[in-house]
T-cell receptor, first 116, second 109 residues
Framework: GAVVSQHPSRVICKSGTSVKIECRSLDFQATTMFWYRQFPKQSLMLMATSNEGSKATYEQGVEKDKFLINHASLTLSTLTVTSAHPEDSSFYIC????????????FGPGTRLLVL | RKEVEQDPGPFNVPEGATVAFNCTYSNSASQSFFWYRQDCRKEPKLLMSVYSSGNEDGRFTAQLNRASQYISLLIRDSKLSDSATYLCVVNTGFQKLVFGTGTRLLVSP
C-alpha cells in the first residue's frame, strides 16, 4: 500500500499564531509531496509542490513567506501557516508520489484548521 | 473559465439507478485524467483513471473524449454507499493535478 498520514487532524488556534502541519509517507519514500487547500464547497487547490532537499514551488497567489514548506527527508514534509488569520481557516491536505512508482498521488487524511 | 468544470449537483437517485456525471477541461495539453471520490470532511480517494479507450471497473465506467475535452463517469446499480462527491481531476503536466469542484451524489433507499 501507500499510506500518507497528517498531523494534527484538526487544530484551533488564535489569530496571529503559527501552526505547523506534518505530512508523512509511512510505507514509501517520496521525493515530491504536494500541499492543497480546500475551502467549503470548493475544489482542492494546489498551494505548492514540495521537493526533498530543495525549495518548494508555490502556485500563483500563494505567499511563500506565509506558508512555509520544509521537506527535510524523503518521508516528511511540513507546512507552517505563519501569523494565521481567520481567512486561513480551511482543510489542508497533502499528497505524495512514491519514488519510482509512476505518478499516482496518495492523499493524507487532511488537517482542518480553524483560526479564531 | 475554470480549468475543470463539473455540474455540482446534487444528483438524487434511488438505489439501483444508473447515473452519469460529465466533466469538461480547458487545457488541451492535459496528459492524464482521473475520477476521485471524496466523502464529507475526508480526503479524496482515487476511484479510477480515465483512458481514451474507455475503462470499466465493476459498476463504474469512465470515458475520455480528447477531441471534445470531455470526461464521463457512469455508475450502474447505485448503492447507498456510493453517496459521495465525485471529483474530476486532470493532470496538466509536471505532476500538477487540477480538481473540479465535484458532483455530489445522493443515493436513497
Amino acid at each position: 500500500g501507500a499510506v500518507v498520514s497528517q498531523h494534527p487532524s484538526r487544530v484551533i488556534c488564535k489569530s496571529g499564531t503559527s501552526v505547523k502541519i506534518e505530512c508523512r509517507s509511512l510505507d514509501f519514500q517520496a521525493t515530491t509531496m504536494f500541499w492543497y487547500r480546500q475551502f467549503p464547497k470548493q475544489s482542492l487547490m494546489l498551494m505548492a509542490t514540495s521537493n526533498e532537499g530543495s525549495k518548494a514551488t508555490y502556485e500563483q497567489g500563494v505567499e511563500k513567506d506565509k506558508f512555509l514548506i520544509n521537506h527535510a527527508s524523503l518521508t516528511l514534509s511540513t507546512l507552517t501557516v505563519t501569523s494565521a488569520h481567520p481567512e486561513d481557516s480551511s482543510f489542508y491536505i497533502c499528497s505524495a508520489i512514491p519514488q519510482g512508482r509512476g505518478e499516482t498521488q496518495y492523499f493524507g487524511p487532511g488537517t482542518r484548521l480553524l483560526v479564531l | 473559465r475554470k480549468e475543470v468544470e463539473q455540474d455540482p449537483g446534487p444528483f438524487n437517485v434511488p438505489e439501483g439507478a444508473t447515473v452519469a456525471f460529465n466533466c469538461t477541461y480547458s487545457n488541451s495539453a492535459s496528459q492524464s485524467f482521473f475520477w476521485y471520490r471524496q466523502d464529507c470532511r475526508k480526503e479524496p480517494k482515487l476511484l479510477m483513471s480515465v483512458y481514451s479507450s474507455g475503462n470499466e471497473d465493476g459498476r463504474f465506467t469512465a470515458q475520455l473524449n480528447r477531441a471534445s475535452q470531455y470526461i464521463s463517469l457512469l455508475i450502474r446499480d447505485s448503492k447507498l454507499s456510493d453517496s459521495a462527491t465525485y471529483l474530476c481531476v486532470v493532470n496538466t503536466g509536471f505532476q500538477k493535478l487540477v480538481f473540479g469542484t465535484g458532483t455530489r451524489l445522493l443515493v436513497s433507499p
